[in-house]
């Protein structure tokens, strides 16, 4: 069973950067697809970026392109969103999915708050 939970949220100042990271407790996590999503106050939830079981095929939304990166560690049932140049409209609620198929997920963590503010 896939149990997904982030961390590394926190308080940032505009134009620096974090780290989240998505880990697996159920262990299984490396024949799926994994994603981050984020939710600002006040909004719904939108797509942040996503990437396939091995990490070899990803996809971003235009917003966080070219300043995020995804990955995975398999090895350690991890996905992580490198979050670099970050700006106040980077501020929400962060979470992870995963899933079976291509850009269709199952699976959600609780979230972790991300602030961008001087």
């Known amino acids: 069973q896939v149990q997904v939970v982030e961390s590394g949220g926190g308080l940032v100042h505009p134009g620096g950067s974090l780290r989240l990271s998505c880990a697996d407790s159920g262990g299984t996590v490396s024949n799926y697809g994994m994603g981050w999503f984020r939710q600002a106050p006040g909004k719904e939830r939108d797509f942040v970026a996503t990437l396939n079981w091995s990490g070899g095929l990803t996809n971003y939304s235009d917003s966080v392109k070219g300043r995020f990166i995804i990955s995975r560690d398999n090895a350690r049932n991890t996905m992580y969103l490198q979050m670099n140049v970050l700006k106040p409209e980077d501020t929400a609620v962060y979470y992870c999915?995963?899933?079976?198929?291509?850009?269709?997920?199952?699976?959600w963590g609780q979230g972790t708050q991300v602030t961008v503010s001087s």
């Open positions: 999915a995963a899933g079976l198929q291509w850009m269709r997920f199952t699976y």
